[in-house]
Nanobody
Framework: QVQLVESGGGLVQAGGSLRLSCAASGRTFSSLRMGWFRQAPGKGREFVAS????????YYADSVKGRFTISRDNAKNTVTLQMSSLKPEDTAVYYC????????????????WGQGTQVTVSI
């Protein structure tokens, strides 16, 4: 098991930027694929982005491509989501997740989850 703690959420105006971080502990971080998911009010949780254990392969939801960037630092056991050109529809609770090497974007492939951090984008 790996423990995940997100930070960096908050309130931002549309068009602004925000950086989310996730600190991991409890298991070999570098062997895990890491991902970000989000859940908007009244909706199900959806995939946002994921990154391979080496950081060489990234995958994004179409809705965030070109605006969000996922990265990781295996020496610090952290994964980051840099969000730019934010839109009101990006408002959600954002979750950090850890999966095995075969994980890519399917929620069921990610076994460990953080508690989430709220991101609110105002008009």
């Amino acid at each position: 098991q790996v423990q995940l703690v997100e930070s960096g959420g908050g309130l931002v105006q549309a068009g602004g930027s925000l950086r989310l971080s996730c600190a991991a502990s409890g298991r070999t971080f570098s062997s895990l694929r890491m991902g970000w998911f989000r859940q908007a009010p009244g909706k199900g949780r959806e995939f946002v982005a994921s990154i391979s254990w080496k950081g060489t392969n990234t995958y994004y939801a179409d809705s965030v491509k070109g605006r969000f960037t996922i990265s990781r630092d295996n020496a610090k056991n952290t994964v980051t989501l840099q969000m730019s050109s934010l839109k009101p529809e990006d408002t959600a609770v954002y979750y950090c997740a850890a999966g095995g090497l075969a994980a890519l974007w399917a929620e069921g492939d990610f076994r460990s989850w953080g508690q989430g951090t709220q991101v609110t984008v105002s008009i």
